[in-house]
């Protein structure tokens, strides 16, 4: 899908590049790319999925489509993916199809996916042993800004791979950020579903609140907006909560694997994450009244 807002591009050298994964983030991520000028080869689990990105970007620079991740790497200066968890990504990394068999010595992996930091560094210390770079970039900004290329990006690996993807990787970014070693990337976006858990929680209670005490809540969004409570997820949702509308994007069985990341990683290193743990639960209540698909918002649901 073409970004809904059209921007422009820094004059970033062109780059032979392949994209492994054009599902909700990465088909209109990869698009950003060939509208940047770069030569894109993509490679999908489904391979129609490859010829429609193909014939959408046919007026780009040269667009294929690959049989295997390893034919789409092949002389790629910059691989980058976003696929669905880690045994995904182990999948189009490793292998003799996989991407890291096709790439030259030299070339870098980005990898979007919001994976494990262990399997990060699991494929960090694979691809140096084969001579190849490896950076952990997963994102955040949901299905709008992977269509406006407006996606922020927290990486882990090492800074000269980091600085040498980074002015491509702005082709689909508002922010492409190093916060250190290999697994840091994946670490932050923990960081981040963290906090988002709570906030939707909160404003969940809020608004249902809200709602049974008789106020128009709309209008009561507007004036706390203005407000310490502000927050992305009022702004953006809370209207569309009152409206019981959730159909904007991340999905609910995503947010759960992202969390069952987290509470992994807090098991590891000792933290303690009850809310986050209790989040998850009532997500799990989400699923269980059919709302696989629908998005993170529709926690208040189970209040109703």
Request: hydrophobic letters at 45%.
């Amino acid at each position: 899908m073409p970004s809904t807002n059209p921007r422009t591009y820094d004059a970033t050298p062109s780059r032979k590049v392949a994209f492994l994964g054009l599902g909700v983030m990465g088909y209109p991520m990869a698009g950003h790319l060939a509208l940047a000028g770069h030569e894109v080869t993509v490679y999908n689990r489904t391979a129609a999925k490859s010829v429609a990105w193909c014939a959408e970007y046919a007026g780009a620079k040269a667009p294929k489509h690959a049989a295997t991740p390893r034919e789409a790497a092949a002389g790629a200066d910059i691989v980058f993916c976003c696929v669905g968890n880690d045994n995904d990504l182990r999948s189009v990394t490793l292998g003799a199809d996989g991407a890291f068999a096709g790439m030259q010595p030299g070339a870098i992996f980005v990898d979007h996916t919001t994976a494990s930091a262990e399997v990060a560094r699991e494929l960090y210390a694979a691809a140096k042993a084969q001579g190849l770079q490896f950076v952990d970039a997963p994102v955040s900004g949901g299905q709008a800004g992977a269509q406006n290329g407006q996606l922020t990006v927290m990486c882990g690996g090492d800074a000269a791979a980091f600085d040498a993807a980074q002015p491509v990787a702005m082709a689909f970014s508002r922010a492409f950020t190093l916060l250190g070693e290999s697994g840091s990337g994946q670490l932050a976006k923990m960081v981040n579903q963290i906090c988002i858990a709570g906030l939707v929680q909160g404003l969940s209670e809020a608004v249902a609140f809200g709602q049974n005490a008789g106020l128009d809540m709309k209008q009561v969004l507007d004036v706390i907006g203005k407000g310490a409570a502000q927050s992305w997820q009022m702004d953006n949702r809370g209207k569309t909560m009152v409206d019981g509308k959730f159909d904007f994007g991340f999905a609910v069985d995503w947010m759960r694997k992202d969390l069952g990341l987290v509470l992994d990683e807090a098991k590891r290193n000792g933290s303690r994450l009850p809310v986050t743990a209790l989040v998850d639960q009532f997500y799990a209540d989400v699923q269980q009244m059919g709302g696989n698909r629908w998005d993170t918002s529709s926690l208040i649901k189970r209040l109703k």
